[in-house]
T-cell receptor, first 114, second 113 residues
Framework: NAGVTQTPKFQVLKTGQSMTLQCAQD?????MYWYRQDPGMGLRLIYY???????DKGEVPNGYNVSRLNKREFSLRLESAAPSQTSVYFC?????????????FGPGTRLLVL | GENVEQHPSTLSVQEGDSAVIKCTYS??????FPWYKQELGKGPQLIID?????GEKKDQRIAVTLNKTAKHFSLHITETQPEDSAVYFC????????????FGKGTRLSVIA
């Protein structure tokens, strides 16, 4: 099993450009999450999907949209990138809904917005 | 909402010594406290968790203690090894609706051989 995979690994954008970060898991997990990690800030939840067909906002959802394409895939879209969105983005999944289950993280996407 | 404070932000220990990382939380309703380890260039990985119905949990060289009254919990690593060098995150959540995990800001542990 590959676990949680993320593409791309690294991306540079100009302010105002759009892009979609892709995430897929092969563990048949129900729930998926998107976090951002900034220096000295820990991990902050952007959006999550408790199950296929549902999405909910996390702590820092502004400027982002998500799509739970199917049970395996959960994408994060930046419609108009801003320098404040420079960060490392992690996707995670868990077997069951709820935030008290073990979360399995992908390797991350490093995004630089100029 | 929940606020999780984590100390210290950096910690250096000699190989074989113990390391302790402490976290405090603000919401007395929180009842789940995981610890994640993040190695350089990788995503975080759960290493141990504790629920509020117990005060301590051990897994080999790693232990976590919870003091509900004081609202703090700690990670203890004994007999540290170079491969323990990483960033460690504590987190807290409550089993109420869709309340997500709130993470601390992390502790960078360096084990010096």
């Amino acid at each position: 099993n590959a676990g949680v995979t993320q593409t791309p690994k690294f991306q540079v954008l100009k302010t105002g450009q759009s892009m979609t970060l892709q995430c897929a898991q092969d563990m048949n997990h129900n729930s998926m999450y998107w976090y951002r990690q900034d220096p000295g800030m820990g991990l902050r939840l952007i959006y999550y999907s408790a199950s296929e067909g549902t999405t909910d906002k996390g702590e820092v959802p502004n400027g982002y949209n998500v799509s739970r394409l199917n049970k395996r895939e959960f994408s994060l879209r930046l419609e108009s990138a801003a320098p404040s969105q420079t960060s490392v983005y992690f996707c995670a999944s868990s077997e069951a809904p709820g935030h008290q289950e073990t979360q399995y993280f992908g390797p991350g996407t490093r995004l630089l917005v100029l | 909402g929940e606020n999780v404070e984590q100390h210290p932000s950096t910690l250096s220990v000699q190989e074989g010594d113990s390391a302790v990382i402490k976290c405090t939380y603000s919401d007395s309703a929180s009842n789940y406290f995981p610890w994640y380890k993040q190695e350089l260039g990788k995503g975080p990985q759960l290493i141990i968790d504790i629920r509020s119905n117990v005060g301590e949990k051990k897994d080999q060289r790693i232990a976590v203690t919870l003091n509900k009254t004081a609202k703090h919990f700690s990670l203890h690593i004994t007999e540290t090894q170079p491969e323990d060098s990483a960033v460690y995150f504590c987190a807290a959540s409550k089993n109420s609706g869709n309340t997500p995990l709130v993470f601390g800001k992390g502790t960078r542990l360096s084990v010096i051989a």
